[in-house]
């Protein structure tokens, strides 16, 4: 009985693994408040100078402005994650930061090409 828990023991402690929270920041301040605030974006408006409420495409979504959901065509998803890298240092040492995580899922489809209306729904974090 003894050595079947003890095997239990050392598979689950073999298996366990650090889980730290506000890991997806640079920022040293942000484990006393909410952390860095995301930018609400995909990756092609990112990828234009942080262009949104001026984009409206007929096969890509813009949930910065909810107006451009009338010109989508067709169903169209997105999903897109983030990856930081950094450096802190201090006079006391330096740490390198490598981060990832999910940035982003998006849903978007026409409701009535005759009326021009379109939906949209998603996931995006608010702050990391």
Same mark, same amino acid.
Request: with cysteine.
């Given at each position: 009985?003894?050595? %079947? &828990? =003890?095997? =239990?023991?050392?598979?689950?402690?073999?298996?366990?693994?650090?889980?730290?929270?506000? !890991?997806?920041?640079?920022?040293? *301040?942000?484990?006393?408040?909410?952390?860095?605030?995301? *930018?609400?974006? !995909? &990756?092609?408006?990112?990828?234009?100078?942080?262009?949104?409420? @001026?984009?409206? %495409?007929?096969?890509? =979504?813009? *949930?910065?402005?909810?107006? #451009?959901? @009338?010109?989508?065509?067709?169903?169209?998803?997105?999903?897109?994650?983030?990856?930081?890298? @950094? %450096?802190? #240092?201090?006079? &006391? @040492?330096?740490?390198? =930061? !490598? !981060?990832? #995580?999910?940035? *982003?899922? #998006?849903?978007?489809?026409?409701?009535?090409? %005759?009326?021009?209306?379109?939906?949209?729904?998603?996931?995006?974090?608010?702050?990391?």
């Amino acid at each position: 009985m003894y050595s %079947k &828990a =003890l095997r =239990l023991l050392l598979i689950t402690a073999f298996f366990v693994q650090t889980v730290a929270a506000q !890991n997806l920041t640079k920022s040293p *301040y942000s484990s006393i408040g909410i952390g860095d605030l995301a *930018y609400s974006a !995909n &990756a092609t408006q990112v990828a234009m100078g942080r262009l949104s409420q @001026g984009f409206r %495409k007929p096969f890509e =979504l813009n *949930y910065q402005n909810p107006a #451009s959901y @009338g010109s989508l065509l067709q169903t169209c998803y997105e999903a897109g994650g983030i990856m930081s890298v @950094g %450096k802190l #240092s201090s006079n &006391a @040492g330096s740490s390198d =930061l !490598n !981060n990832g #995580s999910f940035g *982003y899922l #998006s849903l978007g489809f026409p409701v009535s090409k %005759k009326l021009k209306w379109g939906a949209a729904f998603g996931l995006l974090p608010f702050s990391s």
